[in-house]
């Protein structure tokens, strides 16, 4: 069977599942703990009052978690003579950046003409590896256990999904826009979608708004350049669909512009909700501890928290998680009705083995999406309720985590990438006794130490197509 054949048949059940997203019977314990009482809140159908999204940056799921126990990992890639190349171990604070931009993922990927599907045969002819003389060197590699050991603590006890792949198939900007809004640009009524990073202080109030690459969706992979267009969307996104519906929410973020910030890219947000726009990420850790989470949040990291590899990477992106969900996991007032879903925003560049799916394109009844899905990523989900010790194999884009909150706050479809996921509904048993939370190192960081730390100036994607 094909991938497009499972994702379809993925999709029909998923189609079937979402028409529960308007349940209105309460499941045992919704609305009885913490900030789930406060009246100003809209109440959920399920225990779910809070869901706290991490979004992390730029590593492959073969990258990360090689070798993970009842994962799909592969040691070893492929080179495009066909030969197997072995994947090195390597720590995490390697001084060097893979191209991971459009371009990249065409050329990684290698689509087969006659099969239609991913030979994944093509990371060694990628050139413009920084901080080092070969792409090889760099893209066939796996982070050291002990660097990543706190994803691979929440994974084992709590769970892990292997079969989740970046929305996009290429850079943050992109990428960040397709976790709130299941597009950047695509479903609207031009066709257009943004593929590349804009210059870092583009938002909706620059003063001169430049115009950066699209693709014509209209057309089928790899894609046909579309009119250049500016970076201030009009499209509804998540936060527009709270608001209404009466949902709070907060984007943490470590500039209030950038290629992480992605409300600043959306002129209703932008006009609207810049109060809820929170700089620096490092305020969420107060606003746990002073019980001032909203519903919804969305959390992005700073340099030194960062997975982005840069120079003077440290390994604390493991820590900063570790940050978060140990304030939320120790604090009986959130604990039993918050769920945190952890993300990659891209892959990086680096090898995966498992050739992505290729997403049901409204625009191309007989083609392939020139952007819609990119490499696997990881995807860790944690919380009172999820089903313990769980490798999730079901075929889904990040996107996904915009279903999970249509459904736990009974909102509408985005009608874009949203309706071709999963609810995530299969993560949880809320039937169970609820997890009891076991407090993760941070390797001696503190939340003091995290809001005291460095100055937040980089890191940033420079991958222009």
Not at 98 to 106: E, S
Not at 297 to 302: E, K, L, R
Not at 328 to 354: A, E, F, K, R, S
Not at 442 to 453: I, L, M, N, Q, V
Request: proline share 7%; glycine share 8%; net charge negative.
């Amino acid at each position: 069977m094909s991938f497009r054949s499972h994702l379809c048949i993925s999709v029909l059940l998923v189609a079937a599942g979402c028409a529960s997203h308007g349940a209105s019977s309460p499941l045992p314990g919704a609305g009885h703990s913490g900030a789930a009482s406060s009246a100003a809140k809209k109440r959920t159908a399920t225990p779910i009052q809070h869901v706290v999204v991490v979004i992390q940056e730029n590593r492959s799921f073969d990258h990360f978690f090689q070798g993970f126990q009842g994962a799909n990992t592969q040691n070893f890639g492929l080179n495009h003579l066909g030969q197997q190349v072995p994947l090195v171990q390597v720590p995490i604070n390697q001084d060097f950046d893979a191209p991971h931009n459009h371009g990249t993922f065409v050329t990684e990927a290698d689509l087969n003409p006659s099969t239609q599907q991913y030979a994944m045969d093509g990371f060694d002819l990628v050139a413009g590896c920084k901080g080092r003389p070969s792409c090889a060197h760099a893209v066939y590699t796996y982070v050291q256990q002990s660097d990543v050991a706190n994803y691979w603590t929440f994974a084992q006890q709590y769970a892990i999904a292997d079969e989740t792949f970046q929305s996009n198939m290429g850079t943050s900007w992109t990428a960040h826009q397709y976790l709130i809004a299941g597009q950047a640009g695509g479903y609207n009524s031009n066709h257009l979608t943004h593929y590349g990073d804009p210059g870092s202080a583009q938002t909706c109030g620059s003063q001169r708004m430049l115009k950066y690459p699209t693709f014509d969706m209209t057309q089928p992979y790899p894609g046909v350049n579309g009119a250049k267009e500016g970076v201030c969307m009009t499209y509804t996104t998540i936060f527009n669909e709270m608001d209404t519906a009466g949902v709070t929410w907060k984007y943490y973020a470590r500039a209030p512009s950038g290629f992480w910030t992605a409300p600043e890219n959306v002129q209703s947000l932008f006009t609207n909700d810049q109060a809820k726009i929170i700089v620096p990420e490092t305020q969420v850790l107060a606003d746990i501890a002073n019980h001032q989470l909203a519903q919804v949040s969305y959390v992005t990291p700073a340099d030194t928290f960062s997975d982005h590899p840069y120079p003077n990477l440290t390994n604390h992106g493991q820590d900063w998680l570790a940050l978060i969900a140990n304030s939320i996991g120790g604090d009986p007032y959130y604990w039993n009705n918050t769920v945190i879903l952890v993300m990659w925003d891209d892959w990086g560049g680096y090898y995966d083995h498992v050739p992505p799916p290729h997403a049901i394109d409204p625009f191309l009844p007989s083609g392939f999406d020139p952007n819609e899905y990119g490499m696997r990523v990881g995807f860790i989900v944690i919380g009172p309720y999820v089903v313990p010790h769980v490798v999730n194999h079901t075929v889904r884009a990040d996107a996904a985590v915009l279903t999970f909150l249509e459904t736990v706050f009974n909102l509408p479809s985005l009608g874009t990438l949203d309706t071709q996921q999963d609810n995530l509904m299969g993560f949880f048993n809320f039937s169970q006794p609820a997890n009891v939370y076991q407090m993760v190192t941070t390797h001696g960081w503190s939340p003091s130490d995290a809001r005291r730390a460095g100055a937040h100036s980089g890191p940033i994607d420079s991958d222009l197509p």
